[in-house]
């Protein structure tokens, strides 16, 4: 996946891993690139900056994200890359609000669904196109703390599989973006603190440090992105004895929260 003189959208591009990826993308010569944001103030300064174009969605409303593919296909071009990116940090415990679980839903997992169920079959028409979607390290190893974050997140992996798995012969290619942390807004103000602590048990990395990550690994097609190397070793010590790994995150939560 070469990014240069391609139309790339960008949901959540209005701060974070989002703005870095924009900025990034522009960088290799993309011909355009979409932000979108529900801050409209965010993603106005950033298609600003970046001399690109704004628009505004709830990407929890499929009506949304429809909007942003056909009025982009309509009146820039064929979207040759998909990020589906905007997600949320709510719901720390059990003990959260439903609200808090069904909007970390809403968010986390069904924009996901929405982009591709409106995406694909246009790509497949053309012979093809490509999805980057942003889930978490939380997705595929868990997370101590933020226990919707951590259960929507696992589907957005499910999800992305999924579509590989069904729709790579069409010519759709799917990469699944599953940082650690990463210097957001999540991680600095909506992540509760043992969250947060361990999240960045391995370092809190920069998002420029992160799209770059990214490019390099677009340019190899990979499924799976780890921008922090460690996750992998994590996931092979999960599924090599599960009993192992529950145990060992039990007494890192017990260590964390001093239970």
Request: hydrophobic share 45%.
């Amino acid at each position: 996946m070469e990014l240069r003189n391609k139309i790339v959208v960008i949901t959540g591009g209005g701060s974070g891993i989002g703005k870095a990826l924009a900025t990034r993308f522009k960088a290799e010569g993309t011909q355009q690139i979409v932000v979108v944001d529900i801050n409209v103030d965010n993603v106005a300064a950033v298609a600003k900056q970046l001399d690109c174009i704004a628009m505004t969605a709830d990407v929890s409303k499929e009506e949304d994200i429809r909007r942003v593919i056909e009025d982009t296909e309509a009146n820039v071009g064929p979207i040759d890359l998909f990020c589906s990116n905007a997600g949320v940090a709510l719901g720390p415990s059990i003990d959260s609000p439903s609200q808090e679980w069904q909007s970390s839903w809403d968010i986390n997992v069904m924009p996901h669904v929405y982009a591709a169920r409106h995406l694909v079959p246009r790509m497949v028409a053309r012979g093809g196109g490509y999805f980057l979607n942003t889930a978490s390290a939380a997705g595929l190893l868990n997370q101590i703390g933020g226990a919707a974050y951590a259960v929507t997140k696992h589907a957005a992996v499910g999800f992305a599989e999924w579509l590989a798995i069904h729709h790579a012969h069409e010519g759709i290619k799917v990469s699944l973006l599953c940082p650690q942390a990463v210097r957001t807004a999540m991680t600095t103000t909506d992540l509760d603190n043992t969250s947060v602590s361990a999240a960045s048990v391995d370092g809190m990395m920069e998002p420029e440090l992160l799209a770059e990550v990214v490019v390099n690994q677009l340019q190899k097609e990979s499924f799976l992105i780890l921008p922090h190397e460690d996750v992998l070793t994590y996931m092979q010590r999960k599924t090599s004895n599960y009993d192992r790994w529950i145990n060992g995150m039990n007494r890192l939560m017990q260590k964390l929260t001093g239970g």
